[in-house]
């Protein structure tokens, strides 16, 4: 195949350029391959999961007769077909605390009990309703701070951070409040709901294709639950139809189903649960109640934190451990603490078991952090941001984390201070201290606020050994790549992003590079894609394999043309050999004729980074990433309804691979985090049924909610101190908190009601009815007290 030779700029710059997505027109015309488009072979089966209708109890019978007897229906999984060496548990921690069915106790409303295996998903379904379960109950505890106080355990081993001395500190500080915070959860609302698709092979061999964050534990539980070995099991992702954490572990039970279904009747079979079902039998965010105490002086200046952090983690332990640790990790924000103790407290509840989500718990600390600095602004009648200006981490002596990690990049005074003229933040301030003021003397209907908030995020899983990563390329002989990694993609742009990579270190064109599925047949033993770790990771592991053939090509190139190493330069779709220029398809054609191989694994680990979870003590983060945010709201009084008039954010993303793409992310995670904090409310009653099971009764931000004005900008000034993939920084979970922004301006345009004087302590979600309860009881409150 003829190569046209293009000019060095029009190759030059393969990363760090403003480049499609690689499936962006696929996805826009509906022609993106998802798991449910997997064409079905003959005889394939339909599995549907039948759920238990109580929150906590003992498991007495289970009669499937009735679904046996329905038509279509092939036969049933429970509990009895997982045979040994099989083993019942699907723990993503390997704590055999998570059935794939439960033997003896109902532990949450929604608990998958047995699987119907039917010719249709329709008939699946409506067998899985046949059931009969006979149960007796027994006491259930919904709420974290309920079941801490009726003495349930943990699922997790707790984690305190500690440094200085807490004690002196508080004893001698000018001023001191304590507060609790009651922090809401969050559905993943990925629009592509949970599936995976079991085809059986020869010997023990199984075939998985699912739309998973992590393939690798994926097939790890496929093989656990069979008792087969994991060479037996492949597991492939071509693309997920969103994630956010919520397929991280999750879809270990309908993979694991799926097999075992296959296994038991020989046949392909296909299981997707409704989207009720899916919100009801799946985890979410953590929703936090958070116990705070904070000493300041009269310049707002903090000198001893203390905070209990309890999570409703639900019935099983999944990623509640790393998940309640960051957000210890995460309590500090963009300030220093003299002196600080922080424990953690996962506390076992009946109800699903909870798991990641973008932020793994980083969220949850963050907006402590900043409710703590709110409080203390109002108490000293200061702007939150001179609070927060006062508050930063600095030079040494100011510089160390909770966890003992030095803050060596911080360049947050920097992006504050852009931020802060960008955004026209001073006047805009006064304005709108005006406007309030005027309306309160006049009874006026609305009340505006404003806030500046930053973010500062450490970037890299706080489990040392996830912190890896693989890739596998080829390069054929017509001088076509294919390239594959660990990573999966889910919208995010981690294919672009990587094939960037490999087109830079070859000098070719990005269309030459075909980016595979990702499968355990090729890259073994990967990490989730998580912990905006994707491009970090998989972008070093794919270099590496380029960096191994390249080095195979120019030592088979100074042996050919007999020239030193310094005579062999890749150029725009040609190599200079001396005083030679060849395509770089000729050199491939030469060097595949010479038995040169042309095919390698890359591998990756990040370094530096180190952790003593039993100390609290280390460097658990490769690098921070930082960002900040002014969000401006405008409330009715009368209803608590609001809108977002205007945000304007810079964020940190390093020198970008793709700065079109960044921003992307940039915008996606402000308003999903927006959406956290506004209106996505997760509600239980007291049976332990999720009220809140569908898009009809749960409330993800509308085009209507995005702010009316929304300026998002890159900080393209800044480079990653770090040796990280192109000098980049990580981008999908960091902005996520930016949206704290909006929940800080409601707080102050509620606050006006009494003057500031009060801080309102909104609970999040902040929604309509929230609000207008802050606002009724700030102005009781103000009414009494005159």
Same mark, same amino acid.
């Given at each position: 195949?003829?190569?046209?030779? +293009? ?52 498991? $007495? ?40 069915? !439960? ?33 007796? !109950? ?21 984690? +305190? ?75 492939? =992702? ?34 997707? !649960? ?14 936090? $109640? =958070? ?43 963009? #300030? ?11 506390? +076992? ?17 963050? $907006? ?66 005006? #406007? ?117 090509? @120019? ?48 591998? #990756? ?60 992310? =940039?915008?996606?995670?402000? @308003? ?83 003057? #500031? +004087? ?12 929230? =609000? ?15």
């Amino acid at each position: 195949m003829k190569q046209d030779i +293009k000019t060095e700029d029009a190759i030059r710059g393969q990363v760090h350029k403003n480049l499609p997505h690689e499936s962006a027109q696929k996805h826009v015309s509906g022609q993106a391959d998802y798991t449910d488009d997997t064409r079905e072979p003959i005889g394939t089966l339909h599995a549907y999961l039948g759920l238990s209708d109580v929150a906590h109890a003992k498991l $007495v019978d289970i009669d499937l007769n009735a679904c046996l007897a329905m038509e279509g229906v092939v036969g049933v999984i429970t509990a009895k077909d997982i045979i040994a060496p099989g083993y019942n548990d699907i723990s993503a921690n390997h704590l055999d605390d998570e059935p794939v069915f !439960p033997t003896d106790e109902i532990e949450f409303l929604g608990q998958p009990l047995f699987a119907v295996v039917a010719r249709s998903r329709a008939e699946a379904r409506r067998a899985a309703r046949e059931a009969k379960i006979t149960c007796e !109950p027994l006491p259930a505890q919904i709420d974290a701070l309920e079941a801490k106080e009726a003495g349930y355990p943990y699922v997790a081993k707790p984690l +305190k951070l500690e440094r200085g001395d807490v004690i002196k500190g508080f004893a001698g500080a000018t001023n001191r409040i304590k507060g609790q915070m009651r922090i809401g959860g969050q559905d993943h609302m990925y629009l592509e709901g949970q599936i995976a698709f079991a085809l059986p092979g020869e010997d023990e061999d199984m075939l998985i294709r699912t739309s998973t964050q992590h393939p690798s534990e994926a097939q790890h539980m496929v093989a656990q639950v069979l008792g087969i070995p994991s060479h037996s099991v492949t597991v492939e =992702v071509r693309r997920l139809g969103g994630g956010f954490g919520g397929k991280e572990s999750q879809m270990n039970i309908f993979c694991v189903v799926a097999a075992l279904a296959a296994r038991k009747f020989g046949q392909p079979v296909k299981i997707r !649960p409704d989207r009720d079902d899916d919100m009801t039998a799946t985890g979410k965010r953590h929703d936090f $109640v =958070v116990d705070y105490d904070v000493a300041f002086d009269e310049d707002g200046v903090i000198a001893a934190v203390e905070g209990d952090f309890m999570a409703r983690c639900g019935y099983a332990a999944d990623l509640s451990g790393p998940v309640t640790d960051r957000a210890l990790f995460h309590a500090d924000n963009a #300030y220093f603490y003299p002196n600080v103790l922080l424990r953690s407290h996962p506390m +076992k509840t009946n109800t699903v078991s909870n798991t990641a989500f973008r932020g793994f718990g980083g969220p949850q600390g963050v $907006v402590v952090a900043e409710r703590m600095i709110e409080e203390i602004a109002f108490a000293l009648g200061k702007d939150p941001l001179e609070v927060r200006k006062a508050n930063f981490y600095g030079d040494a002596g100011r510089d160390l984390t909770p966890y003992h990690q030095q803050v060596e990049d911080n360049i947050l005074p920097r992006l504050i201070e852009e931020m802060e003229a960008k955004s026209d933040y001073q006047a805009r301030r006064v304005d709108i201290l005006t #406007y309030n003021a005027k309306a309160n003397a006049s009874h006026g209907l609305c009340r505006k606020g404003l806030a500046l908030t930053p973010v500062k995020f450490g970037i890299s899983f706080t489990a040392t050994h996830f912190n890896q990563a693989g890739s596998l390329i080829h390069v054929y002989s017509d001088g076509s790549i294919q390239l594959n990694h660990g990573g999966t993609e889910m919208g995010q742009g981690l294919n672009t992003k990587v094939a960037q990579v490999v087109a830079d270190a070859f000098q070719v064109d990005i269309e030459r590079i075909k980016i595979t599925s990702t499968t355990t047949e090729k890259v073994p033993n990967t990490s989730a894609t998580a912990a905006s770790s994707g491009s970090d990771l998989n972008g070093m592991a794919a270099l590496d394999a380029v960096n191994q053939i390249k080095g195979r090509l @120019v030592a088979f190139l100074c042996e050919k043309w007999d020239v030193a190493e310094d005579e062999i330069a890749f150029l725009p779709n040609r190599v200079k050999i001396g005083e030679k220029l060849l395509s770089f398809d000729e050199v491939i054609k030469q060097a595949y004729l010479a038995r040169v191989h042309l095919s390698a694994a890359g591998f #990756y680990k990040t370094p530096k980074i180190h952790w003593d979870r039993d100390k609290g003590q280390g460097r658990p983060f490769f690098y921070f990433a930082y960002g900040a945010a002014v969000s401006e709201v405008t409330v009715n009084r009368l209803t608590g309804e609001y809108v977002i008039d205007r945000t304007d954010i810079i964020h940190d993303v390093g020198k970008s691979l793709n700065p079109i793409l960044d921003q992307g992310q =940039v915008e996606g995670a402000f @308003v999903q985090g927006m959406g956290w904090l506004t209106t996505e409310e997760l509600w239980w009653d007291k049976d332990g049924r999720l009220r809140t099971h569908a898009p009809s009764t749960y409330k993800i931000p509308l085009a209507s909610d995005i702010p009316r004005i929304f300026n998002v900008e890159l900080a393209e000034w800044s480079q990653n101190a770090e040796r990280t993939i192109k000098r980049s920084k990580a981008v999908g979970e960091p902005p996520f908190m930016l949206a704290i922004s909006v929940l800080e301006a409601l707080s102050m345009a509620v606050a006006s009601v009494a003057d #500031y +004087k009060i801080c309102p302590r909104l609970d999040t979600p902040a929604t309509p009815e929230r =609000v207008l309860l802050a606002i009724d009881k700030l102005m009781e409150k103000g009414r009494c007290d005159g």
